[in-house]
T-cell receptor
């Protein structure tokens, strides 16, 4: 069964800093990997989707990389803002499921 | 934009009640999913459906059933609610079965069983 680990569990940074969130997974046979953000008490908002054949995907200040063979993905956030404060979840996709870890809770301090 | 809408943001039900959670998507997606989210456990798949009237059990189906009579609607049913089913429930949809497309989530339903 796919196991997903996100490190660190919580991160606090000053506004303007660049940061990296890490995701590792145990089964490299994935279709794709998606990054989500979740605000407290809310649903998940899709940020980026990386296909299994891709190495990288960018959207605005976000850049996600995927190394399928080593079971790792990173989410890079440039010039962080207080509005980026949320929990970030990575989700590698199997044939019929997305697998989730417990996420990284990010706080950006003004 | 894809929209996945869950019928309630908050629900409070009594132990033993039959509970219906409704989810509707507006983008003609084939796949729909129900997850529950608990602190320290992440999101866990309860059931999914890849077509009308088709359903598959996920990792934690016990105590739940589902219904998909129309493509756009996927219902989660708690046959007899128990306090250990107090949780955040999240519905999701995606376009095709292989999940090579983006999954979209609803806003979540916070269910409390008392």
């Amino acid at each position: 069964k796919q196991e997903v680990t996100q490190i660190p569990a919580a991160l606090s940074v000053p506004e303007g800093e660049n940061l990296v969130l890490n995701c590792s997974f145990t089964d490299s046979a994935i279709y794709n990997l998606q990054w989500f953000r979740q605000d407290p008490g809310k649903g998940l908002t899709s940020l980026l989707l990386i296909q299994s054949s891709q190495r990288e995907q960018t959207s605005g200040r976000l850049n996600a990389s995927l190394d399928k063979s080593s079971g790792r993905s990173t989410l890079y956030i440039a010039a962080s803002q207080p509005g980026d404060s949320a929990t970030y979840l990575c989700a590698p996709a199997g044939a019929n499921n997305l697998f989730f870890g417990t996420g990284t809770r990010l706080t950006v301090i003004p | 934009d894809v929209k996945v809408t869950q019928s309630s943001r908050y629900l409070v039900k009594r132990t033993g009640e039959k509970v219906f959670l409704e989810c509707v998507q507006d983008m003609d997606h084939e796949n729909m999913f129900w997850y529950r989210q608990d602190p320290g456990l992440g999101l866990r798949l309860i059931y999914f459906s890849y077509d009308v009237k088709m359903k598959e059990k996920g990792d934690i189906p016990e105590g739940y059933s589902v219904s998909r009579e129309k493509k756009e609607r996927f219902s989660l049913i708690l046959e007899s609610a128990s306090t250990n089913q107090t949780s955040m429930y999240l519905c999701a949809s995606s376009l095709i079965q292989s999940l090579n497309t983006e999954a979209f989530f609803g806003q979540g339903t916070r269910l409390t069983v008392v």
